[in-house]
């Protein structure tokens, strides 16, 4: 088993308390009104933290998981709104890169994307996001090659169909997606598989510390006309997914 302590975020109650349950906890440390619960899952040592929803939260939780608990890999499970139209609520993506798509140089009008912390004229960059180690990637596929999860029920948000696992971008960016023109541009300009609110943020950290990340979502949604009321409904069915996604593959992180 390994002996390293993994920082676990998640933006709101529903994300975090499965983790929470299944923790065999020892303490709780308070910091800026956040509680960062250490224990272990499954005879792996974590720190579970609720950041709030955005970039800015999410930033400072995985920054003070870096340098005030020294851990040695971050970790992101929550839902969010699937982009990719072959997706369903109830499916799962885990991140293959993290992108934050809300950042880049406003032009005639519009957003072009570019690097967060750059613009192409002051400090220029060909990165678009933060990658996934390659390695620790490949462990966790074949982690989860035998994981299945029953079919979301109907009322739950189910097509009846399993639940499929798949790896790509995830995007983050401080807005709820509740537009399908947005959402089509959005899986068009990036390949992306879901979009969120915090990942890239704790991708950004992850590369600043040299510390390995992974994002795990459940699409709660899908992004479009509709979100705002599938996201209610559906929110606690399918986190509980990415709970048992992170504690499936905690012993190869």
């Known amino acids: 088993m390994s002996q390293k302590t993994i920082g676990l975020i998640c933006a709101i109650p529903q994300e975090r308390v499965d983790l929470k349950a299944a923790l065999d906890h020892q303490e709780t440390v308070t910091i800026a009104g956040l509680e960062f ?3 272990r899952l499954g005879g792996q040592g974590v720190i579970i933290a609720e950041a709030g929803i955005g970039k800015v939260n999410t930033s400072m939780v995985a920054t003070l998981l870096a340098s005030r608990f020294g851990v040695d890999l971050l970790a992101f ?50 990165q678009m996001g933060y990658d996934t180690e390659p390695a620790m990637l490949e462990r ?25 696992i798949a790896y790509g971008p995830i995007l983050a960016g401080d807005q709820y997606i509740h537009c399908e023109t947005t959402r089509e541009r959005l899986h068009r300009t990036f390949r992306a598989k879901a979009v969120a609110m915090e990942g890239g943020a704790m991708a950004q950290v992850a590369e600043q510390f ?15 006309v509709d979100s705002r009321f599938d996201f209610s409904r559906f929110v606690e069915a399918v986190a509980e997914r990415s709970a048992t996604v992170i504690r499936q593959i905690l012993p190869v992180l």
């Open 210 to 224: 040299h510390l390995p990340w992974v994002e795990i979502r459940a699409l709660s949604d899908l992004a479009g």
């Open 140 to 164: 966790i596929k074949t982690a989860l090659a035998d994981l299945e999860f029953a079919p979301l029920t109907q009322a739950a948000g189910g097509s009846g169909k399993a639940a499929a």
């Open 77 to 126: 499970s929550g839902v969010a709104g699937g982009l990719d139209p072959a997706l369903a609520i109830g499916d799962l993506v885990i991140a293959e890169r993290a992108i934050q798509h809300d950042c880049g140089v406003i032009e005639d009008d519009k957003l072009v994307p570019y690097q967060a912390g750059h613009v192409p004229f002051f400090n220029p960059t060909e």
């Open 37 to 39: 619960d250490h224990g």
